[in-house]
């Protein structure tokens, strides 16, 4: 009896670590470069300046270490004085980076022991009321005082929270910006991979007054919208998001999606839908998941992606290039994107910057790798989050693997 009992758990157990060893190939044998330390420190790599040169870039285009010991650095808001912020979310902390001739003359902890801190913002009206974004909820204060660091004087006063936000579940990044209507606009992740949501403020952008009132629902069905900015062409908000897991290597595509303002006067339906969690893509049903039967379409009537991309890529920060002389002309009206990397796949992807090829109406005309050389055979150098393009021809990019700051630089 005691025999055939051991051979029945053994039986079990052999199953059991099958099937885990199965998942893991399909699903997880490309997550090592997104988990794994980074195989050498890229700021030592950079710095002296192999052959050939690990990242890639375009002719007339070099890429420096501009700031380092910034592990988890996200986010990064620069303030009416050129200096920059940067979200460490992981290591909960905020940093200020003060610039002058070009390069970091002094870096200081500004907040600490806070929760997943990750959007930031300014007051584009004066530039010196600062925005951050925790988990749970939505914060401001005065930054700058006879513009110099208020945090140096006993009276900088302790951040007021404008908004409580949903904390909880798989996405807790937060992010912030300001609209060209001079609000202030959140965005909201999923709390699971897919679900339907209990909380209605989850999988969503919202946005409000700056003191937080009027807290608003501006769009719903982004599983995952990490990052948004507005196109200054017609004003109109572009976001990127993230496709749900566990679909395979190439489904379901991860997307940029372009956000009309809803109407205020016509209600929740006048308020863009973009069909998580039923619908993804190209007006795509996820079959998978939503079991129910249909007597029409139900991504019919949804918003189709504006642009897919590669599944997995984990696209995060985003920037217009401006159409303006510091840049080469063929680069106008472009569209800079994080591609953060997989962790869902059996074989690795993304770890880049891509150039989104637009014209000046904003029509899609095709993609091509920016930056490309952090993934490499032996993992991930680093995995680039936010893009802040500057005057001049100048990019700052954030790497919270590395923990650094890049600039780009053009040179006509």
């Known amino acids: 009896m005691k025999q055939s009992l051991l051979i029945l758990i053994m039986a079990i157990a052999a199953v059991i670590i099958a099937a885990a060893g199965f998942f893991y190939y399909k699903n997880l044998r490309g997550i090592w470069p997104a988990v794994s330390p980074p195989p050498e420190d890229i700021v030592k790599v950079i710095g002296q300046n192999p052959v050939p ?18 592990p988890g650095a996200r986010i990064m808001a620069m303030d009416k004085l ?3 912020w940067v979200s460490q979310t992981g290591e909960g902390k905020i940093a200020l980076l003060e610039i002058g001739e070009g390069i970091v003359k002094n870096k200081s902890e500004i907040f600490k022991n806070l929760n997943n801190p990750h959007g930031l913002a300014f007051d584009p009206q004066d530039g010196f009321t600062f925005y951050f974004a925790e988990e749970d909820k939505i914060s401001k204060i005065l930054v700058y005082s006879d513009e110099r660091p208020a945090f140096a004087k006993a009276s900088a006063g302790k951040p007021e929270k404008i908004a409580d936000l949903p904390s909880g579940g798989g996405h807790f990044t937060r992010t912030l910006g300001f609209g060209p209507d001079n609000r202030l606009y959140v965005s909201i992740g999923s709390s699971c991979n897919v679900c339907y949501e209990q909380d209605n403020r989850r999988a969503k952008i919202f946005r409000m007054e700056k003191d ?6 501006y769009a719903r069905g982004l599983r995952n919208a990490v990052f948004f900015t507005w196109s200054y062409i017609d004003g109109k908000m572009w976001t990127t998001e993230m ?13 940029i999606n372009v956000i009309e303002s809803p109407s205020t006067s016509s209600g ?6 973009f069909g998580w969690p039923i619908c993804y893509g190209k007006n795509i049903h996820d079959g998978n998941f939503d079991k129910n039967i249909y007597i ?6 949804k918003i189709s992606s504006h642009i897919d991309i590669p599944a997995h890529s984990a696209p995060l ?3 217009f290039v401006p159409a303006n002389s510091d840049w080469p002309k063929e680069y106008w009206y472009n569209l800079f994107v994080a591609y953060h990397g997989s962790w869902n796949r059996s074989e690795p992807t993304g770890y880049k910057i891509v150039r989104i090829k637009l014209d000046n ?11 490309t050389g952090w993934l490499t055979s032996n993992g991930a150098l680093g995995r680039p989050v936010d893009i802040l393009v500057q005057p001049g021809g100048t990019i700052y990019i954030s790497d919270d693997k590395a923990g650094v700051i890049y600039r780009v630089i053009y040179k006509k």
Do not use: H, V
């Open 53 to 70: 040169f690990p990242l890639k870039l375009p002719e007339g285009f070099s890429i420096s270490i501009f700031a380092k010991d910034l």
């Open 82 to 84: 050129g200096n920059l």
């Open 212 to 217: 937080g009132s009027d807290f608003r629902e």
């Open 243 to 255: 496709g749900r897991d566990m679909l395979g290597d190439n489904l379901p595509p991860d997307e």
């Open 268 to 273: 929740q339906n006048s308020i863009p839908n």
């Open 296 to 301: 029409r379409d139900p991504c019919t009537d």
């Open 317 to 319: 920060g985003l920037a």
């Open 361 to 371: 109406k904003g029509n899609y005309l095709g993609t091509e790798d920016f930056i």
